[in-house]
């Protein structure tokens, strides 16, 4: 349940209406949309998968794969 007005608002009535970039599906975008262009059947597909880590095989969710493993420290351009 929301507990506040929702006040995002559109520059344009254009800048509703898009396609899925993954399986062309209609959508109606809201400002500050943050599915990246992916309707909701497809948004795991925008999201990288997570890995195990090279040096203690942790998994490092997709999310997180940039920052590197928070167990040991692992940095994927070494540092």
Do not use: T
Not at 18 to 26: I, P, Q, V
Not at 28 to 46: E, I, K, N
Not at 56 to 69: H, K, L
């Amino acid at each position: 349940m929301l507990l506040f007005a929702d006040s995002r608002g559109f520059e344009s009535s254009e800048e509703r209406l898009s396609h899925c970039l993954f399986c062309g599906k209609e959508l109606v975008l809201l400002p500050d949309d943050r599915r990246q262009g992916s309707c909701f059947d497809c948004l795991a597909l925008s999201v990288p998968s997570a890995v195990a880590c090279p040096e203690c095989n942790a998994e490092i969710p997709g999310e997180e794969r940039g920052v590197g493993c928070s167990e040991c420290g692992w940095y994927p351009l070494g540092g």
